[in-house]
């Protein structure tokens, strides 16, 4: 009976303690697979957020990249707008060279202008001199307005019997004072001029005798020399010979000789049909 | 037409004719000619100048009598003048200055050198 008993509780005993067992086991299984379930959401998140950690660096990165490409294209133009400014100097620094150029051509061109309307104006007045008085004053006006001359001579060579040219002052320009006598053709300063038939040029800031040339122009007429303009001082401001004085003497030298003959030939012939009549015969 | 008018007064043909020269390189500059003060006066006279050149020795009235002339008239008392002459020296300049001349040039002259008082008095650019 006992042992009846016994198997009896032996078998509830082992029963139960299946039970047990398989509540145990049960609850450890859950556990456990609720331990899993844990770590695993837990291994789900940390993966999440290192994605998303991943996925900001990455877009970090990304921006990084833009910015570079951004900064690499800002070079490139910068290389280029520096090109072009170093391109933009250079062509102002010529611009600033042909203004220069310019300038100075333009300054040059209003001078040689000036210097042609001087001697346009000197020719023709004295192509349009027709007696002697005339030809002398428009000689005053180029030397005196023209030139800065305040005191001059026209000497006219005059050939003596014995073979030798003197030159005789025929019109003198504020020569109170001087002694303005008649020159040998081949004597001193002025019959060097006349015989060479070269102008002379002092210095004005040199002393010279009283009475001494200061310049002479000798008149030359075809080939021939017949007189020559002797200056001997300048007016109070004018300080030394400009280029503008060689070519005006030089313009007096041919132009005012060829006034000078043609005007004394008209005064002796005294009727301009008489000169016209050679033509006809040509 | 013309924007100002020049009365140029010079007994010389030839200065004449080179001051004329000078100032036709002015745009819009009328120039009128008068051969001494006399002249100059009558062609005053006549019309509106907006300024005056003028050279001192001149026959039947200088150019030193023309200026005070000039400045004592109604009409262009304020206009400006070009003393233009071959008087070099200090006390002529002063006399001309003291007169009423704006500007005063010595012979020779250069072109330029007119050009660019007149171009200052008119205010040309």
């Not at chain 1, 951004?70 to 600033?96: F, G, N, P, Q």
């Not at chain 1, 040339?213 to 007189?227: H, K, R, Y």
């Amino acid at each position: 009976m006992v042992e009846k008993a016994d198997a009896t509780s032996w078998e509830a005993y082992a029963s139960r303690s299946l039970t047990v067992q398989r509540e145990e086991f049960l609850e450890t299984f859950f556990k456990r697979g609720a331990e899993f379930t844990n770590e695993l959401l837990g291994e789900v998140h940390e993966l999440q957020g290192q994605l998303r950690t991943l996925r900001d660096d990455n877009a970090a990165l990304r921006l990084q990249l833009a910015s570079d490409d951004a900064i690499r294209d800002l070079l490139v133009k910068i290389e280029a707008l520096e090109k072009e400014k170093r391109s933009l100097a250079t062509h102002i620094e010529s611009a600033k060279q042909e203004s220069f150029d310019y300038n100075s051509r333009y300054h040059e061109v209003e001078l040689e202008l000036d210097a042609m309307a001087n001697l346009y104006v000197a020719s023709y007045q004295l192509h349009i001199a027709l007696t002697p008085s005339e030809v002398f004053s428009i000689m005053e006006q180029i030397l005196m307005q023209f030139i800065g001359v305040g005191r001059f001579a026209v000497l006219l060579r005059r050939n003596t019997t014995g073979g030798e040219s003197v030159l005789e002052p025929v019109h003198m320009f504020h020569c109170d004072g001087l002694a303005v006598r008649a020159v040998k053709g081949s004597e001193g300063i002025i019959g060097e001029s006349v015989s060479t038939a070269v102008y002379y040029l002092g210095d004005p800031t040199e002393r010279r005798e009283a009475g001494a040339p200061l310049a002479c122009i000798p008149l030359v007429f075809g080939q021939t020399v017949i007189g020559v303009v002797v200056v001997y001082e300048f007016l109070e401001q004018k300080t030394g010979f400009v280029n503008m004085d060689i070519e005006l003497f030089r313009l007096l030298g041919s132009h005012a000789a060829a006034a000078i003959a043609g005007a004394g030939l008209l005064a002796k012939v005294g009727d301009v049909f008489v000169g016209l009549d050679e033509y006809r015969r040509v | 037409m013309a924007d100002y008018t020049c009365l140029v007064v010079e007994d010389s043909p030839m200065m004449r004719q080179l001051i004329v020269f000078a100032l036709a390189r002015l745009k819009n500059l009328r120039v009128v000619e008068a051969d001494d003060g006399v002249d100059g006066l009558k062609k005053l006279a006549s019309g509106r100048f907006d300024i005056v050149i003028t050279d001192i020795n001149m026959p039947i009235m200088d150019g030193l009598k023309l200026v005070k002339r000039i400045r004592s008239d109604a009409i262009h008392r304020d206009v400006p003048i070009v003393i233009i002459t071959t008087e070099g020296a200090e006390e002529d300049r002063q006399r001309a200055l003291q007169l009423g001349a704006n500007v005063y040039i010595t012979k020779p002259i250069q072109a330029p050198q007119v050009i660019s008082k007149v171009k200052e008095l008119l205010h040309i650019p």
